[in-house]
Nanobody, 118 residues
Framework: QVQLVESGGGLVQPGGSLRLSCTAS????????MAWYRQAPGKQRELVAA???????NYADSVKGRFTITRDNAKSTVSLQMNSLTPEDTAVYYC????????????WGQGTQVTVSS
């Protein structure tokens, strides 16, 4: 059974920081591209950051320079360090895993709420 379990969401003031983590089980983690997506109320889900199996990272323009994605294959974990948060970062954040060989094998976490508000 595949599980992606996210943690680290919560309420933070503008300018603050949060660190999200996602731990995977039931998959061979090292052959999965990992990513974080987010969905704000009334908006489409969007890619925030991704970390490929080859070691490449990419970020949405809106978070470049503020967010950092990391992965630890030994622990089957991907993390998202979020700094200088703004109210526009408020959303449910989802962890995503996509198999690089069999691309139809794609999994999602349950989501974790991030709220940036004073």
């Amino acid at each position: 059974q595949v599980q992606l379990v996210e943690s680290g969401g919560g309420l933070v003031q503008p300018g603050g920081s949060l660190r999200l983590s996602c731990t995977a089980s039931g998959i061979f983690f090292s052959i999965y591209n990992m990513a974080w997506y987010r969905q704000a109320p009334g908006k489409q889900r969007e890619l925030v950051a991704a970390f490929t199996t080859g070691g490449s990272t990419n970020y949405a323009d809106s978070v470049k320079g503020r967010f950092t994605i990391t992965r630890d294959n030994a622990k089957s974990t991907v993390s998202l360090q979020m700094n200088s948060l703004t109210p526009e970062d408020t959303a449910v954040y989802y962890c995503n895993a996509k198999n690089v060989i069999t691309t139809t094998r794609e999994y999602w976490g349950q989501g974790t709420q991030v709220t940036v508000s004073s």
